[in-house]
């Protein structure tokens, strides 16, 4: 069935980059989306990708997409204290429902 | 700002003791969607309404049922929650359905808690 997988954690100092991967089962999907979590809410939608794009910038975010390899990453330039959070990778196999990774807790160290 | 609303953000009932939690949506999506969340876990779904229709997830357990009675309103009943019950509910809605690839769009959720 489809499977989705992230590493569970990452921690980087304020002011680096940040990289977040997924990896992905179904080649279908034909967006794939990147979710953040802050404590005690609900999903945001971040940005997505169309899966016949290689990369999507969006202000300090980049969406990096190999097809071929079915992985995604999502990069933060210049991360701040407010992007601690978690990042869910989220394909939509047609004709099925949304399937969540596990989701990235991301810890910004001062 | 057109958004998902759920209401309340924190709900404790007792062990058996029926509780509805309501969603609100004011982006005139036609589907919409309940998920459990469990700490530190993906959301996992339980059924979604693509317009007046209902879609169950084959391990959703009995205890948990929905309404819809208008496209804005959605409603989680849980009839007899047991501890295991005990998550995070959220809310989501899209334009269109299956094999539509447009994004879901959360509510903030409602936190339930069982004595």
């Known amino acids: 069935g489809e499977d989705v997988e992230q590493s569970l954690f990452l921690s980087v100092r304020e002011g680096d980059s940040s990289v977040i991967n997924c990896t992905y089962t179904?080649?279908?999907?034909?967006?794939l989306y990147w979710y953040k979590q802050e404590p005690g809410a609900g999903l945001q939608l971040l940005t997505y990708?169309?899966?016949?794009?290689d990369m999507k910038q969006d202000q300090r975010l980049t969406v990096l997409l190999n097809k071929k390899d079915k992985h995604l990453s999502l990069r933060i330039a210049d991360t701040q204290t407010g992007d601690s959070a978690i990042y869910f990778c989220?394909?939509?196999?047609?004709?099925?429902?949304?399937?969540f990774g596990p989701g990235t807790r991301l810890s910004v160290l001062p | 700002d057109a958004m998902v609303i759920q209401n309340p953000r924190y709900q404790v009932t007792q062990f058996g003791k029926p509780v509805t939690l309501s969603c609100s949506q004011t982006?005139?999506?036609?589907?919409m969607y309940w998920y459990q969340q469990k700490s530190s876990q993906a959301p996992k779904l339980l059924f979604h309404?693509?317009?007046?229709?209902?879609?169950n997830e084959a391990d959703t357990p009995d205890n948990f049922q929905s309404r819809r009675p208008n496209t804005s309103f959605c409603f989680l009943d849980i009839r007899s929650p047991g501890l295991g019950d005990a998550a995070m509910y959220l809310c989501?809605?899209?334009?269109?359905?299956?094999?539509?690839?447009?994004?879901?769009?959360f509510g903030d959720g409602t936190r339930l808690s069982i004595l």
């Open positions: 309404y693509y317009d007046k229709d209902f879609n």
């Open positions: 982006l005139n999506h036609n589907v």
């Open positions: 989501a809605t899209s334009r269109g359905g299956q094999g539509v690839s447009q994004p879901q769009h």
């Open positions: 179904d080649s279908s999907s034909t967006y």
């Open positions: 989220a394909e939509l196999p047609y004709g099925q429902n949304f399937v």
């Open positions: 990708i169309f899966s016949n794009m």
